[in-house]
């Protein structure tokens, strides 16, 4: 029976930290909720993170490219906050030379 | 030893703060900010926990050794990464790891680093946990503890 202060999926749960470590496969999220600071497990990582996989610890950690809402890992993004364009992983205010927008969407390609 | 002096934000203006005891584990100092948790594994190297803006003093959690939690980084470090990160000081639970205020002092003493570090636990760690458990925003404020002067005996 998981303790109140854990979400289904924990193994080792603790009453003030929330989760201290997932169950396999799943990521372990450590969400700022005003003072507080928990562990929760995650089977994927919510928008504006990435899942890092380690063989002790599945983490999700915050994107941290500039003008990105989304992305895929450390380095490469793939939602630009609006009015933006991604290109290779990157967020630009308009498609670099030689790069144009494809139909419809947000990304540049040649 | 160190007086925590913890005035909850809800609580009436005029309310007394609540006083609570605690050890410097290095050098003595005083420092304020709001009272803010840090899950022991944010204070690793892979985690970004993002920069407060506010101005802020963490409180971690420990949790016994036999639960056995990747420790990441040692407990200096840990410390050293939550001032980094803005931090003006950091309070460690060490209620349920009485080896970490060992580590820490001992580490703390070998650096000679320059960080605010102080240890609570039982009673006085509870009210501070109590106080993250219950979301509740505190201003806490360390002082060093002024001991009363204890007057020589006469004969």
Redo the contacts between chains.
Sequence with gaps: EVPP?CTRGCE?C?????C??CMPKLF?L?E????????VCLASCPVGYFG?R?P??N?C??C?IENCEDCFSRNFCTKCKEGLYAHKGRCYPSCPDGFSLTNGTTECTS | KALIKVTPLRQEPTGKPITLEGVFAGVRGQAEG?????????LCN?????RQDSVFISIV?L?SPE????QCLSLLEKARLAVKRGAKAVIF?VTDDAGAAVELREALLASGDYLLVVLVQAKDAEVL?G???R????TVRIEVMVEPPRWPHYD
């Design positions: 202060s080792l603790s009453e003030y930290n929330g201290l470590k372990i450590l700022r909720n005003d003072i507080r600071q928990i562990g890092v380690n002790d610890m983490k950690n915050k941290r | 709001r009272l803010m948790q840090s899950h022991p594994l944010s892979t985690s970004e926990d993002e959690k949790e639960r056995q939690v990747p639970d946990m106080l993250v458990n979301n509740e925003e505190a």
